[in-house]
C-alpha cells in the first residue's frame, strides 16, 4: 500500500459526546483539532493523536450500542512514561499510553482482535502489502510509523459492523482510491462501499477484513492535492 501520511487514523461513534470529549482532551492528552460535518445530523471531532487522527463520530440521533468490533485498543507513545499506563474513555474504549519504543511502539498502535491470525496475516500483508513485525501471542504490521496489532481472541466478531457505538473503523491515507481499492479487492478484500467522492475533501472507499471490520481507504485533497480517480 503507498500510503500518503505515514500513520494509521482510527474513527470511533459516540452517543455520550460531553464526557467522551473531556476524557480525549483531557485525560488522554489528544489535542482537538476541528469538527468535520460529515453529513446532516453527524459530526467527526477531529483529535491529534501523536500524528494519528483520533475520529469522534457524534450524532444527531442516538445510535444502538451494537456489537464491538475487533478493534480494541488505541496505543500512544507518551515521553515521559517508563510503563504502559491503562485507560479507558466513558463509553469504555481502551487506551494505552505507553514509553516511545516499547514493543516497536515509536508513534501509535491499534489493537485488533481476531478469530484466524492466519487469515489476518494474509489479509494485511497480501491484500494491503504491510510488512510484517514479531508480536508476543500474536502478530504485528506496520503501515508508516502505526503498527497493527493482531491478537486471537475467542471474542472477536465474525461479521463486524460500522454501526454501534465504540471503536468502529481505521483509516489509511493513500495517494490514489480507486488503484488500491482494487488492489485490496483482487487480492480478496471484501468491499463495503465502492470508491465515492465526498464534494472537495476526499474521495473515499470502504474494505472488510476477514471478520468484517471496516477499512477506510482516503485520498485526501489537502495530503495529495487531487480527487481524481485512478
Not at 51 to 59: E, Q, R, T, W
Not at 131 to 142: H, V, Y
Not at 167 to 183: G, K, L, M, N, S
Not at 186 to 192: F, L, N, V
Amino acid at each position: 500500500m503507498d500510503l500518503a501520511k505515514p500513520r494509521v487514523d482510527i474513527g470511533m461513534s459516540t452517543n455520550n459526546l460531553d464526557d467522551v470529549l473531556a476524557f480525549w482532551q483531557g485525560e488522554a492528552g489528544t489535542p482537538f483539532d476541528h469538527v468535520l460535518r460529515i453529513r446532516r445530523g453527524q459530526d467527526q471531532h477531529r483529535h491529534d493523536a501523536n500524528g494519528s487522527v483520533l475520529k469522534i463520530n457524534a450524532y444527531a440521533e442516538p445510535i444502538p450500542k451494537g456489537e464491538p468490533t475487533g478493534y480494541r485498543e488505541l496505543l500512544l507513545a507518551r515521553e515521559g512514561r517508563s510503563a504502559p499506563r491503562l485507560l479507558a474513555d466513558p463509553d469504555g474504549n481502551r487506551l494505552a499510553l505507553v514509553p516511545p519504543g516499547w514493543r516497536g511502539i515509536t508513534q501509535a498502535g491499534i489493537r485488533l482482535a481476531v478469530r484466524s491470525l492466519e487469515a489476518h496475516r494474509a489479509f494485511y500483508a497480501g491484500a494491503l502489502g504491510l510488512p510484517e513485525e514479531p508480536w508476543p501471542g500474536g502478530a504485528a504490521f506496520r503501515a508508516g510509523e502505526t503498527l497493527i496489532i493482531l491478537k486471537p481472541q475467542e471474542d472477536a466478531p465474525s461479521d463486524a459492523q460500522m454501526a454501534g457505538t465504540g471503536w468502529r473503523y481505521i483509516t489509511f491515507q493513500v495517494f490514489r482510491v480507486d488503484a488500491e481499492h482494487a488492489r485490496v479487492l483482487a487480492a480478496g478484500g471484501r468491499e463495503a462501499m465502492p470508491p465515492t467522492t465526498l464534494g472537495t475533501t476526499a474521495r473515499i472507499s470502504m474494505v472488510r477484513d476477514p471478520d468484517g471490520n471496516w477499512i477506510e481507504l482516503s485520498q485526501r485533497a489537502s495530503l495529495v492535492g487531487t480527487l481524481e480517480a485512478g
